[in-house]
């Protein structure tokens, strides 16, 4: 039987494109989305409904994929939503929203595949995080504070599961051309205390996407890190994605915040 891979928020993005090309190398995928009804299914692609901001979706979901698939080779977790504004105008309602969607909603489906994959001693987790953890987005705060969660996760997780035949990687994309803006929470800048200075990051971020590369580069990367023999810690993915790690290791912080500034015309 093919190895069982389970896929979060796959109904778009990254998750759509990582389900097909792991359907097409011979995964046995289930996508999951909050809305399962009416969604065009990825060929080959088993489609389950899932809310990861619930528990109990969660691990009903979970459950039934190990009812029908008997174990998990691997799980993506890839569901994700962004928000924008300044610390100090976005309500904290709004805050904890985007951690229980980024951060909580990976967490709790962490903990429903980790059981069966440490019983049987085997399988792969891959984290889709962003450079935004590394690098965070002026007036994308929040965003960036949950895919930093999600890294602090990811390294100690990986020591928690060092031994017991699971491994678990992450991958931080870059800029990459998908839906994601077509989803983001973007409030009113023209109202922001901030003004044009709000204005003038969002207009970097709506259209720097559109000339990204797609979500193959990903979804090509989250294959290598549940195919890889020796799974690596980190995978990035996306244009000049590599140029973030490399000025995070090696430049002070004062001048990447003063580069940051200058990407984004501030």
């Given at each position: 039987?093919?190895?069982?891979?389970?896929?979060?928020?796959?109904?778009?993005?990254?998750?759509?494109?990582?389900?097909?090309?792991?359907?097409?190398?011979?995964?046995?995928?289930?996508?999951?989305?909050?809305?399962?009804?009416?969604?065009?299914?990825?060929v080959g692609v088993r489609w389950?409904?899932?809310?990861?901001?619930?528990?109990?979706?969660?691990?009903?979901?979970?459950?039934?994929?190990?009812?029908?698939?008997?174990?998990?080779?691997?799980?993506?977790?890839?569901?994700?939503?962004?928000?924008?504004?300044?610390?100090?105008?976005?309500?904290?309602?709004?805050?904890?929203?985007?951690?229980?969607?980024?951060?909580?909603?990976?967490?709790?489906?962490?903990?429903?595949?980790?059981?069966?994959?440490?019983?049987?001693?085997?399988?792969?987790?891959?984290?889709?995080?962003?450079?935004?953890?590394?690098?965070?987005?002026?007036?994308?705060?929040?965003?960036?504070?949950?895919?930093?969660?999600?890294?602090?996760?990811?390294?100690?997780?990986?020591?928690?599961?060092?031994?017991?035949?699971?491994?678990?990687?992450?991958?931080?994309?870059?800029?990459?051309?998908?839906?994601?803006?077509?989803?983001?929470?973007?409030?009113?800048?023209?109202?922001?205390?901030?003004?044009?200075?709000?204005?003038?990051?969002?207009?970097?971020?709506?259209?720097?996407l559109p000339r990204a590369p797609?979500?193959?580069?990903?979804?090509?990367?989250?294959?290598?890190?549940?195919?890889?023999?020796?799974?690596?810690?980190?995978?990035?993915?996306?244009a000049d994605a590599w140029l973030?790690?490399?000025?995070?290791?090696?430049?002070?912080?004062?001048?990447?915040?003063?580069?940051?500034?200058?990407?984004?015309?501030?």
């Amino acid at each position: 039987m093919d190895p069982a891979v389970l896929v979060t928020g796959a109904s778009s993005g990254i998750g759509a494109a990582t389900a097909e090309l792991l359907s097409a190398r011979g995964f046995r995928v289930y996508g999951t989305s909050r809305h399962a009804e009416g969604r065009s299914k990825p060929v080959g692609v088993r489609w389950l409904a899932m809310d990861v901001r619930d528990e109990a979706s969660v691990r009903a979901a979970v459950a039934r994929v190990l009812a029908e698939a008997g174990r998990l080779a691997g799980a993506v977790c890839n569901a994700g939503n962004g928000i924008f504004g300044s610390v100090e105008e976005v309500s904290l309602e709004l805050a904890h929203e985007q951690f229980e969607t980024n951060f909580f909603g990976t967490l709790r489906t962490l903990r429903a595949v980790l059981p069966a994959m440490r019983e049987s001693r085997s399988g792969r987790i891959v984290v889709v995080g962003s450079l935004a953890g590394r690098a965070p987005i002026p007036f994308q705060a929040h965003y960036s504070a949950s895919k930093a969660a999600l890294d602090a996760l990811v390294l100690a997780l990986r020591n928690e599961l060092h031994g017991t035949g699971v491994a678990v990687s992450l991958v931080e994309p870059g800029d990459v051309a998908t839906p994601f803006n077509d989803a983001m929470a973007w409030g009113d800048p023209g109202t922001s205390a901030y003004g044009e200075r709000a204005r003038r990051v969002e207009r970097v971020v709506r259209e720097a996407l559109p000339r990204a590369p797609g979500p193959e580069v990903v979804a090509r990367q989250i294959h290598r890190a549940l195919t890889a023999r020796r799974p690596r810690v980190r995978y990035t993915a996306g244009a000049d994605a590599w140029l973030v790690p490399l000025g995070r290791r090696l430049l002070p912080d004062r001048l990447c915040l003063r580069l940051i500034r200058s990407h984004f015309g501030l």
